[in-house]
């Protein structure tokens, strides 16, 4: 009886690990990251390319419903006020599934834009193809691109301070140090952080 259960147990683990995908595996720091095409909330389509001035991106996969996300919101703003003029702005995607985070559909997006005044793209990764190739699995979850004469590297990866809970009480901003350092010709020496937050939501 008891290797009948062991079997059955095995098989179970086995189908469900066949069916499952792994989207731990990502960018890297230092990997070239490709361009995208995504809907932003004022119905417009975004790429990473229609930005001809930029020196890099700070890329955010957030969403709507998530409590993490939310309590970084003003952060983000703030984030892209100070560095889109420097030649970092934010580009914001929401990775999650409608169908399984209700909430986080594309006129949720559209309110929530609106209402917490976002100065930057609110993108929506319909059919959920960006974020696997990021490796993204938290919302927020922050990742630094610079232009190179390669492409865009990977610089940064993770969290956007060491305090999700209050901005006030924040001692290490990871994503204002990283970007600073990039502005000022130098090495980012923080280049991973673990990123805190809600796990991205599949059907």
């Known amino acids: 009886m008891k290797t009948i259960k062991t079997i059955l147990v095995l098989a179970v683990v086995l189908i469900s690990t066949a069916f499952t995908v792994n989207y731990v595996d990502g960018y890297k720091v230092g990997d070239i990251a490709?361009?995208?095409?995504?809907?932003?909330?004022?119905?417009?389509?975004?790429?990473?390319?229609?930005?001809?001035?930029?020196?890099?991106?700070?890329?955010?996969?957030?969403?709507?419903?998530?409590?993490?996300?939310?309590?970084?919101?003003?952060?983000?703003?703030?984030?892209?006020?100070?560095?889109?003029?420097?030649?970092y702005p934010v580009i914001a995607i929401n990775p999650n599934d409608p169908a399984a985070s209700p909430g986080d559909d594309f006129s949720g997006m559209v309110k929530r834009a609106k209402s917490k005044g976002f100065t930057f793209p609110y993108l929506f990764d319909e059919g959920q193809k960006v974020y696997p190739k990021y490796g993204a699995t938290r919302t927020p979850h922050v990742y630094i691109l610079n232009k190179e004469k390669a492409g865009l590297k990977v610089a940064y990866i993770g969290a956007i301070d060491n305090n999700a809970r209050s901005a006030s009480s924040v001692s290490e901003k990871y994503v204002e140090a990283a970007v600073d350092a990039l502005l000022n010709g130098k090495e980012v020496i923080n280049k991973e952080t673990k990123a805190i937050g809600c796990s991205i939501k599949r059907k």
Request: one cysteine or more; glycine letters at 6%.
């Open 34 to 87: 490709e361009d995208f095409t995504l809907k932003n909330v004022d119905g417009n389509m975004v790429s990473l390319s229609d930005y001809k001035d930029a020196k890099g991106f700070i890329v955010v996969f957030t969403c709507n419903m998530c409590p993490y996300s939310k309590m970084y919101e003003d952060r983000i703003i703030d984030l892209d006020k100070k560095y889109k003029d420097k030649g």
